[in-house]
């Protein structure tokens, strides 16, 4: 059987920056992605948003990673040409009741090392934005946009230059534990498949990732894996772009389960609303947007953006965020894990990598080659 020494499966922004990141010469890494490119799935159907890191609880690895993450993708940028552009972020209170939500999230903030965040009055948020409506916001200078395909190509050269295999319509069906190793099935028909053997696993499977480590034996309700999905859909705004409505992006109080709608310029200059949040069930994940929400959308977003109108939406693109928390149910973290404590070692599971995981794909590769260099 064919023997390498370590096999990422999935070929999302985070399984291409593991590559980059624990590729070497003299050793053997394989990624295995299902579909017929990188990227199809989660890492192209999110809002492009680099964050600053300040909605997640202190000393959590979303707080720690978006943060490096940040720092990290703007550095690529400046030294690779990767497109970003650091406009800056206004989260908006509509109403005075809103104010003190704006409190916390400054002190989520400077508890996370984002340093440069301040709160602003509704006099200085007219004269930032004119055409936004609000009695204050929280202003982060750090929040940018980010070309996602870019970054990942970025990775995907850097993997390969290093000697990583990259190989798409190459669905992983099982991983077993055979002694030390680990038996890794591929097959993309039934009369096209074959297994090799891997000394160490990088699951980065996305929206599947809970079904792999399942696939190798974890009990994943035991171990809080199991993942909900959380879809969320985008309008295009016709007009309003190349900064005449907005120059930054304007995002209102969050609510429970998401950040709520914002309205996010794209590095071409236009205007996209969302991502709504809604769960569904993992046999019904679908991209389709429903065209009926625009109402609802423009309605949401007219509370601080008040020119827009509804006729004005155009449906776009939808995503499914990989979540660990239910509906209504508290604060999840990412799960970065090598897994000797289940009986599973040199199995690094990253699982439930929803917002703020573009952000924080460096890091989170950092993190990976830190446990690949210590078990491996
Ligand atoms: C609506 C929305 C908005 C978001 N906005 C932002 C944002 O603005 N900023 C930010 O930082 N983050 C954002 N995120 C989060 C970010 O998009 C994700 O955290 C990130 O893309 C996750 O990348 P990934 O590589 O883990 O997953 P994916 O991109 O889903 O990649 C997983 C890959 O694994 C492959 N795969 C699955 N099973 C198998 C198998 N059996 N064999 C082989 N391959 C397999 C899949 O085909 C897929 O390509 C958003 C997410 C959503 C849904």
Redesign the pocket.
Known sequence: MEEVDICI????????AVAAGISKPGRKVIA????AG??????????????AGIYYPAGSLKARF?VEGRDQIYALSGKWGIPTKKLGKLIVATVKEEEPELEVLLKHGLANGVTDLRIISGKELKQLEPNVRGTAALYSPSTGILDSHRLMQFFLGQAQSKGADIVFN????KIQKVGERYAVSVSSSESDSFTFSARAVVN??????H??AESVGMDIDKAGYRLKFCK?EYFRVRGGGSGQWVKRLIYPVPNKISLGIHVTPDMEGNLRL??SAHYLDEAGLDYEVDESACEAFAKDTQRFLPMLKSDQLVPDT?????KLQGPKEPFRDFVVCEESGKGFPRFIN?IG?????????PAIADEVKRLIDVCL
């Open positions: 499966v999935g070929c999302g922004v985070i399984g291409l295995l992605e299902k579909n990188f990227g199809e799935e989660t890492s192209s159907r999110n809002s492009e948003v680099i964050h978006c190459s669905p992983v069906r980065a499977a996305g929206l599947k990732s079904r792999m969320g969302g991502p939808a995503g499914i965020r990989p990253l990598i929803d917002s703020p995981g573009l952000t924080s794909s």
